[in-house]
């Protein structure tokens, strides 16, 4: 019985350490690792640098497009853009004109 009565001293002595460590080692764990801790914060950070960097990208395609769509429009019509436009759209060339072709992709 002594043994018994020793153990259950020493119990509940340890029972409050372990308890406030076990809680410890559960929030240090979720702080780093869980669904809004500092590892997801991390990865969420990335991928908004991500997503700017395609913003970014994106923009300046539509500007480029603004632009080009600019030249076209029947207030202040650009001859030389129409001009292009109408031969890349019907594939013709004067008999005087030579053609170059170019590899690259219209912008």
């Known amino acids: 019985m002594i043994i018994v009565a020793e153990i259950r001293r020493r119990a509940r002595l340890i029972a409050g350490p372990v308890a406030g460590i ?28 991500i997503a700017q960097v395609q913003l970014g990208e994106a923009q300046a395609a539509r500007d480029a497009l603004d632009r080009r769509v600019n030249l076209l429009r029947p207030n202040h019509l650009d001859r030389d853009m129409l001009d292009e436009r109408a031969r890349a759209a019907l594939n013709l060339a004067g008999p005087n004109e030579r053609v170059i072709f170019d590899a690259r992709p219209p912008q």
């Open 22 to 49: 076990s809680l410890v080692v559960y929030f240090s764990y979720h702080l780093i690792a869980g669904d809004r801790g500092f590892l997801a914060w991390r990865h969420l950070s990335d991928e908004i640098r």
